[in-house]
């Protein structure tokens, strides 16, 4: 099993960008999905790719907002976050898909990195 490290989190003010990144330990064909969870709330989806098909979701909170690419070379998905606001603050994860398909079900993943915290302030 690979491993996930996320990096790229911070502290920035509203209107700010962020850009994460999921680097895999070894390459995968597997899909890839961005999670958050804000203190007191649950964990949720912000985005996936499908590595084979290059199907991409998004959650509603975060379209025309964040993008989500990869860098096959590199095996490594990226999350670009633009204009950022106080709810987008919460600690993020990337996370493999059990299968080629990355939906936007959590359950579907079986492989998580540690988390990175980005903090929006007002």
């Known amino acids: 099993q690979v491993q996930l490290v996320e990096s790229g989190g911070g502290l920035v003010q509203a209107g700010g960008s962020l850009r994460l990144s999921c680097a895999s330990s070894?390459?995968?064909?597997?899909?890839v999905g961005w999670f958050r969870q804000a203190p007191g709330k649950v964990r949720e989806f912000v985005a996936s790719l499908s590595w084979h098909s290059g199907t991409i979701y998004y959650a509603d909170s975060v379209k025309g907002r964040f993008t989500i690419s990869r860098d096959n070379a590199k095996n490594t998905v990226y999350l670009q976050m633009n204009s950022l606001k106080p709810e987008d603050t919460a600690v993020y994860y990337c996370?493999?898909?059990?299968?080629?398909?990355?939906?936007?079900?959590?359950?579907?993943?079986?492989?998580w990195g540690q988390g990175t915290q980005v903090t929006v302030s007002s």
């Open positions: 996370a493999a898909s059990e299968s080629r398909i990355a939906t936007i079900e959590s359950h579907d993943y079986n492989n």
């Open positions: 070894g390459r995968s064909s597997n899909g």
